[in-house]
């Protein structure tokens, strides 16, 4: 079943503004993980971030996580023409028998114009 | 330096016939994991895999899909007898040993499956 759901489905911004993009999950985690793929390319892993983490920063990305309200988001701040690509989150489960394997929303499609 | 390589990158089938997707992991990483990425839709787990060891086939359809890591060799996800529904990217990813579930995946660029 689908955990993590994005919001927006796609968005459009100018090149220097900044983008957000928001995550909604249903179970308890272990860590919540984003990634960006290119079209007709694998996915690349972005960030990781911890459920006892609140807050993450890794250059130009900036990530949240609110474990009360299930949900994440992903800023990226001056945007360029290059960052144009989908965005999805990935959640590992927390509960025993999982060994690892994601669960991936339908991600965000972000287009960045220059 | 490579990363996690599949192979082939496009592979065209009729319907009936059997399809192999072939997966390099990354140097040193044992853990591989099969992914299956329908038009426009995220990716859903399919398969994780250990040498020689199945330990999550929770995701794959009970019947027609199989997946192998040996010893030696690639993982392989084999679909037999496909349909046209079978159509997809499918990626395979994989991460380091010990490390535990803190961990990214790294993932190749995929195979992908169109069925005529």
């Known amino acids: 079943s689908q955990q993590g759901e994005e919001d927006p489905q796609a968005l459009s911004i100018q090149e220097g503004e900044n983008a957000t993009m928001n995550c909604s999950y249903k179970?308890?985690?272990?860590?919540l993980q984003w990634y960006r793929q290119n079209s007709g390319r694998g996915l690349v892993h972005l960030i990781l971030?911890?459920?006892?983490?609140r807050e993450k920063h890794s250059g130009r990305l900036r990530v949240t996580l609110d474990t009360s309200k299930k949900s994440s988001s992903l800023l990226i701040t001056a945007s360029r023409a290059a960052d144009t690509a989908s965005y999805f989150c990935?959640?590992?489960?927390?509960?025993?028998?999982?060994?690892?394997?994601?669960?991936f929303g339908k991600g965000t499609k972000l287009s960045v114009k220059p | 330096n490579a990363g996690v390589m599949q192979n082939p990158r496009h592979l065209v089938r009729r319907r009936g016939q059997e399809a192999r997707l072939r997966c390099s992991p990354m140097?040193?990483?044992?853990?591989v994991y099969w992914y299956r990425q329908l038009p426009e839709e995220g990716l859903k787990f399919m398969v994780y895999?250990?040498?020689?060891?199945?330990?999550?086939e929770s995701g794959m359809p009970k019947e027609r899909f199989s997946a192998e890591f040996p010893k030696e060799g690639p993982s392989i996800l084999r679909i037999q007898q496909v349909v046209r529904g079978d159509s997809a990217a499918y990626f395979c990813?994989?991460?380091?040993?010990?490390?535990?579930?803190?961990?990214?995946?790294?993932f190749g660029d995929g195979t992908r499956l169109s069925i005529l």
């Open positions: 990813a994989s991460s380091p040993t010990d490390r535990g579930v803190h961990q990214p995946q790294h």
């Open positions: 179970t308890s985690i272990n860590n």
């Open positions: 971030i911890r459920s006892n983490e």
């Open positions: 990935a959640t590992a489960s927390d509960y025993g028998g999982s060994q690892g394997n994601l669960i």
């Open positions: 140097k040193g990483h044992s853990h």
């Open positions: 895999l250990q040498k020689e060891n199945i330990i999550d």
